[in-house]
């Protein structure tokens, strides 16, 4: 296809357990972003990559999340030990080079729930 | 990133223009005013972007005040698609070009289509 993919598309963890979530950008998209949705609320920005470096994970809630991008296409966000307060939707998002006033395509998410 | 004001929801009906207001008082001068929107289930969508003056494309029209401190982005006949949470965002054009160009969302404009 040829916009964000993201899977799972849903996702259900007993608390504590490990998740990884992954994020297909537009191919050659050098940006990519992790955002997080709770019920209700806006997007939360969580961290950014260009090409394989993590430039800003300013957003990222805790040590227990982690993101990786290590081919500078393909991302995982990884959620360690997971608690209830992480459900939510997690939504990638891709632009062309992250210029300024580019736009951003973003995937469907997946949506997260902790029991 | 400024702040952002628009209203919690609003109403129109299916096929009339439908007129979404964002406050930004605080703006700068090299801040762009940006669009984006969710449709239900989905991740968000860009819509449009502008500066100083109103532009126009092919799903709406945004008129930005002479001040810059307000703009109204513009759907100018309503469909029953076009329901969702529309988001009005400033980015600031001083970023460097292969620096951070998060989004930062609010709660944004819950908009429903009245049959």
């Known amino acids: 296809g040829a916009g964000v993919s993201q899977s799972p598309r849903y996702k259900v963890a007993k608390r504590g357990q490990d998740v990884a979530l992954r994020c297909d950008p537009i191919s050659g998209h050098v940006s990519l972003f992790w955002y997080q949705q709770a019920l209700g609320q806006g997007p939360e920005f969580l961290t950014y990559f260009q090409n394989e470096a993590q430039l800003d994970k300013s957003g990222l809630p805790s040590d227990r999340f982690f993101a990786e991008r290590p081919e500078g296409s393909v991302s995982t966000l990884k959620i360690q030990r997971t608690q209830q307060e992480d459900s939510a939707v997690y939504l990638c998002a891709s632009s062309s080079t992250g210029a300024v006033n580019e736009k951003l395509f973003f995937g469907s998410g997946t949506q997260l729930s902790v029991l | 990133d400024a702040k952002t004001t628009q209203p919690n929801s609003m109403e129109s009906n299916e096929e009339e223009p439908v007129h979404l207001p964002c406050n930004h008082s605080?703006?700068?001068?090299?801040?762009?005013i940006h669009w984006y929107r969710q449709l239900p289930s989905q991740g968000p969508e860009y819509v449009i972007h502008?500066?100083?003056s109103n532009v126009n494309n092919r799903m709406a029209s945004l008129a930005i005040a002479e001040d810059r401190k307000s703009s109204t982005l513009i759907l100018h006949r309503a469909t029953l698609r076009d329901a969702a949470v529309y988001y009005c965002?400033?980015?600031?054009?001083?970023?460097?070009?292969?620096?951070?160009?998060?989004?930062?969302f609010g709660t944004g404009t819950r908009l429903t289509i009245i049959p």
């Open positions: 965002i400033l980015r600031d054009a001083i970023i460097s070009n292969f620096g951070n160009e998060k989004l930062t």
């Open positions: 502008g500066l100083t």
């Open positions: 605080t703006i700068s001068g090299t801040d762009y």
